[in-house]
């Protein structure tokens, strides 16, 4: 301590000496320390982990399904807790116990595959394997298999996908995807764009087009109305 | 356009004005809006929330565990697929099928429902309702739950808990529980609390001390000489 900081006085017949003395807490530095090194190395979340090793390994596996050529078996409990529709088969008032084995019809293995992989990890399969056609059409085919098991956060990132890769040549299939499927969203998506810089003679002659007019005429009066709203014809 | 913005010259015979023309792409405007705007909107993973509901509905339960006097119905394929005992238990080769009651000795019912919430939500339980003795003593009870039932991420989080929470006063006893069941980190984390600021006499005074002392002989020279290479005797 420097004489400076001393500040001396007398009282009295006695000399004081004030100062003042600032005691370092050790134990608050060293907890701080151990407790900020523990969190840095906590290790994070293992239940997306878990499930996936569950689907592969297929452990404990209660159900199968028989898509086409293939058989991929599951867990009655996981579908259930993940889907309404399984939930209600496998567990409902109608269930039957004794199902083991399910066919799925109108389903192409590599979209169940999808599905189930949705289903145990809350994530969309990988498809960057697939070329640009591909990826639109089995995005498109992962949207109604969603549907089909009413699990609305994969029909939901299935629509951002596809808003993601509107283009004039298969805008009007998506549309009529959206339409049947009742994804307002991607449905305003498809419009706004098919309304945007002059589109609507590209779209016209392709190939979905057609198919649009029959299967949803109410959707194009949609375009129509949108058009004249926004000052576009 | 502002005429300072118009750069006139005369080449030959011809008035030239060169200006900067930006196009604005309205098809990238739009699409990028539109993504942006569903992604905004994703809503966040369900998993956990599909897997905590499962806990209190208890539908589709294929097992039961009697804990003191309270039963908790859970699924055997959610334990295996998180905890290696359970797994060896339900579907290793000395399995028995039969087995839907099991009763759990040693533990508290309250220890056992916190065992179960991070099962299915990864995540220890609420304990913010404990004062703070019951606080450690709970965590101490879920650390060695999570050790017997070899959960390793559930044991890592209760050692960081108590970490932030060493006293001299229950150090001691922390320190036996780390020793026992191999918490290397923990127990540094204790010798060095315990080795900073002459906190020794109290801790010695302690009522874990003669536990300690009792039960885990090595750790007393593991303290003596951790204080002795930094010093501190």
Chains 1, 2 share one sequence.
Do not use: W
Not at 26 to 31: G, I, R, V
Not at 96 to 112: H, K, L, N, Y
């Amino acid at each position: 301590m420097r004489r400076t900081e001393l500040r001396p006085y007398v009282l009295d017949d006695t000399l004081i000496l004030e100062c003042n003395i600032a005691i370092i807490e050790l134990k608050d530095a060293q907890e701080t320390d151990v407790k900020i090194n523990f969190e840095a190395q906590a290790p994070p979340s293992e239940l997306v982990h878990n499930l996936s090793s569950l689907l592969e390994a297929t452990e404990g596996s209660d159900v199968s399904f028989k898509v086409k050529e293939e058989i991929f078996p599951a867990h009655k409990i996981i579908l259930a807790m993940r889907s309404p529709v399984f939930r209600v088969k496998f567990y409902g008032p109608m269930r039957d116990e004794s199902s083991r084995s399910i066919t799925v019809e109108d389903m192409q293995p590599a979209v169940f595959r999808g599905l189930l992989h949705f289903i145990y990890t809350d994530s969309l399969p990988p498809l960057d394997y697939l070329d640009d056609d591909e990826y639109e059409e089995m995005v498109r085919h992962l949207l109604m298999a969603a549907d089909r098991y009413a699990m609305e956060r994969m029909k939901y990132m299935c629509e951002i996908k596809l808003c993601g890769v509107l283009h004039t040549g298969t805008v009007a299939t998506t549309l009529a995807l959206a339409d049947q499927h009742h994804c307002s969203k991607l449905k305003d998506a498809c419009i706004g764009f098919i309304n945007s810089s002059n589109r609507m003679v590209g779209v016209m002659a392709s190939k979905g087009y057609e198919s649009l007019k029959r299967t949803c005429p109410s959707v194009i009066a949609d375009i129509l109305e949108k058009a004249a709203k926004t000052r576009r014809i």
